[in-house]
């Protein structure tokens, strides 16, 4: 029996021992795979980390292009309305100058108004029978203002001709 039982512990030895081995590895198995879920905890963690400093990248890129958009549109917009300005400028200018030039007119005539009251409703053919009776002074005063409104130079040789028959 001697053979038996030292056969049944060294049996027994090597089950333990086996054993043993088991469970080192199974431990090692274990310790490998914890480590492989924190390996993989941590890159999902970085790999989310690294997402949301994206996400926060992109939105101040997007804030900063929009802010940038608006400072182009409004330095557009003053662009436009000065060019706007300008142009109406140019477009009123013949304008301006007309109504300087009936300010200057209206200087010139005197406060009781024209010889011809309605002269300028009046045309051409009413002018020239209304100027049958009217004095040289009166006349020349009709002239100028012909001359500075509405330059028809046919009414305004009428006037030469009756000024000139005045003075001879």
């Known amino acids: 029996m001697d053979y038996m039982e030292k056969s ?6 090597m089950g333990q ?9 199974f431990d090692h198995a274990v310790a490998a795979g914890e480590r492989n879920v924190r390996f993989a905890q941590g890159v999902t963690d970085n790999y989310i980390k690294e997402l949301r400093h994206q ?34 400028d140019f477009l009123y200018a013949p304008l301006s100058y007309y109504k300087e030039g009936l ?9 009781g108004g024209l010889p011809l009251a309605n002269y300028d409703e009046m045309n051409m053919d009413e002018i020239s029978k209304e100027t ?5 002074a009166e006349i020349r005063e009709l002239r ?9 130079e046919t009414l305004i040789e009428q006037f030469d001709r009756k000024l000139k028959a005045a003075s001879a």
Request: no cysteine; glycine share 2%; aromatic share 6%.
């Open 8 to 13: 049944g512990k060294m049996t027994e030895r």
């Open 17 to 25: 021992e086996t054993a043993k081995a088991y469970k080192t590895v």
């Open 55 to 88: 996400a926060e990248a992109n939105r101040s890129l997007t804030y900063e292009m929009v802010e940038r958009a608006e400072g182009q549109r409004s330095t557009f917009q003053a662009v436009a309305n000065e060019t706007l300005d300008a142009y109406m």
């Open 103 to 111: 300010r200057l007119v209206e200087k010139e005539v005197p406060v």
């Open 132 to 136: 049958n009776d009217l004095s040289a």
């Open 144 to 152: 100028a203002y012909e001359k500075q409104s509405k330059n028809r």
